[in-house]
């Protein structure tokens, strides 16, 4: 089973919004135990470099997104945006569900036959 790069990109966006989220808590563990416990700064050296791959992961779904889906401007700032609130990229990954933002969009018409060209003729 094949899936399109639309459903693809969905639903890779979809688990690195609960990946980053996930990673935004084991952070604020990490930091926690460095800054106000002062025992260990394992925590941060682990889950930092963990955070900051799934960050940038949901920021490059986020715009593939927008150019895919064609999402308005103000849908993919708030994407944006909520990966930098803690726990946000759950919240707008269910808000943009549910508005239709992430699902798959009707390809062209196959129907139409598409136009023959002097590469596809064999000319």
């Known amino acids: 089973m094949k899936l399109s790069s639309q459903t693809a990109v969905i639903r890779i966006f979809r688990i690195l919004a609960v990946a980053e989220a996930f990673s935004w808590a084991a952070l604020l563990v ?26 940038i992961g949901y920021a490059v779904a986020a715009l593939a997104l927008w150019r895919q889906q064609r999402w308005p401007f103000l849908v993919a700032l708030f994407a944006g945006l909520s990966a930098v609130v803690p726990f946000a990229t759950v919240g707008f990954e269910r808000w943009a569900g549910r508005r239709g933002h992430l699902t798959v969009r009707a390809e062209k018409d196959a129907s139409t036959p598409a136009r023959e060209t002097r590469e596809t003729a064999g000319v």
């Open 30 to 55: 990490g930091m926690f135990l460095k800054w106000v416990l002062r025992t260990t700064e394992v925590g941060v050296e682990i889950a930092g470099p963990i955070h900051g791959a799934f960050f």
